[in-house]
């Protein structure tokens, strides 16, 4: 069992920065592939950045590229950081682990989910 916690989220100007932080429970860390999803009201959860379990392997949905960042700790804490955002980023973020993954772009692939945080990008 893992249990995640996100943490970072916030209220921000488009343009600005923010670091999502996601901490995990357990002594495995290491054995799970690490993603963020995020659902802005109204949509259905999307894809976001993903992490391999090594660290040596990301993947970004088109619309993150250039501008997200995603990061692991040898510990147990994955990271997103996110520059010049966009009110279109606006909306609650989940951290997720995936256990039989090695890299994944698709939710039904996770095993664990945090509660989200919130982001709000204004214009």
């Known amino acids: 069992q893992v249990q995640l916690v996100e943490s970072g989220g916030g209220l921000v100007q488009a343009g600005g920065s923010l670091r999502l932080s996601c901490a995990a429970s357990?002594?495995?860390?290491?054995?799970?592939?690490m993603g963020w999803f995020r659902q802005a009201p109204g949509k259905e959860r999307e894809f976001v950045a993903a992490?391999?379990?090594?660290?040596?392997?990301t993947r970004y949905t088109d619309s993150v590229k250039g501008r997200f960042a995603i990061s692991r700790d040898n510990y147990n804490t994955v990271y997103l950081q996110m520059n010049n955002l966009e009110p279109e980023d606006t909306a609650v973020y989940y951290c997720?682990?995936?256990?039989?993954?090695?890299?994944?772009?698709?939710?039904?692939?996770?095993?664990?989910w945090g509660q989200g945080t919130q982001v709000t990008v204004s214009s």
């Open positions: 992490i391999s379990r090594t660290g040596g392997s």
């Open positions: 357990g002594r495995t860390f290491g054995n799970y592939a």
């Open positions: 997720a682990a995936g256990r039989g993954l090695q890299i994944g772009v698709a939710a039904i692939g996770y095993d664990y």
